[in-house]
């Protein structure tokens, strides 16, 4: 998982990107880390981290406050880079428009702290193994739709939770702006 990797140039390569940065990460701060978001707009990516909740309830309305934001942003694309506990791993989901993609690298816990050497080699995920509702996070209005406009409501809730002073505060990535909504 430490081998050099050329800059990514293909989707496919940038879910990988993505997955080992996220390993990265874990090494960093010796802890799980939240799940990240990369979106992709026609104005740049944003990162988005949030912290999703045990409770499914509140999982789910996290997830659809981020699709909102992947809708009012007119998301291409977006990858999701997080830990999972079955199987123990570091793995990214990529989602666009035609293309639909996800790898993973298993965790060996021990030793710690945690180095490169903790990580598995990458594996694909079959396809058929990956879940609608997260494939569906990436609004209609990103495949193809008219999209609808967002009401003040809905900014306001935006502006909340990825605003610049938001909970989790959506990082325009190649500036590094905390541009929100």
């Known amino acids: 998982m430490d081998r050099m990797v050329p800059e990514p140039r293909t989707f496919k390569e940038l879910v990988e990107a993505d997955m080992r940065r996220a390993a990265r990460l874990i090494i ?10 990369r979106i992709a ?26 699709s909102a934001f992947m809708a009012w942003k007119k998301a291409l694309g977006f990858i999701l880079a997080s830990e999972l506990h079955v199987p123990d791993c570091v793995y990214a989901l990529g989602v666009m428009r035609e293309d639909v993609v996800a790898c993973m690298a298993r965790i060996t816990r021990a030793p710690k702290p945690w180095t490169a050497a903790n990580f598995g080699k990458v594996e694909w995920i079959d396809r058929s193994l990956i879940g609608q509702e997260m494939i569906d996070l990436l609004p209609r209005s990103a495949l193809g739709d008219a999209g609808r406009a967002m009401s003040k409501t809905e900014v306001a809730m935006l502006e909340k939770w ?11 990535i190649e500036t590094g702006e905390m541009r929100g909504v």
């Open 28 to 37: 960093r701060v010796q802890d799980e880390v939240d799940p990240q978001f």
């Open 41 to 66: 707009t026609a104005e740049g990516d944003y990162s988005i981290a949030v912290t999703l909740s045990r409770d499914p309830r509140e999982r789910t309305m996290m997830l659809r406050r981020v």
């Open 162 to 172: 990825f605003g610049k002073d938001g909970k989790y505060p959506a990082v325009h």
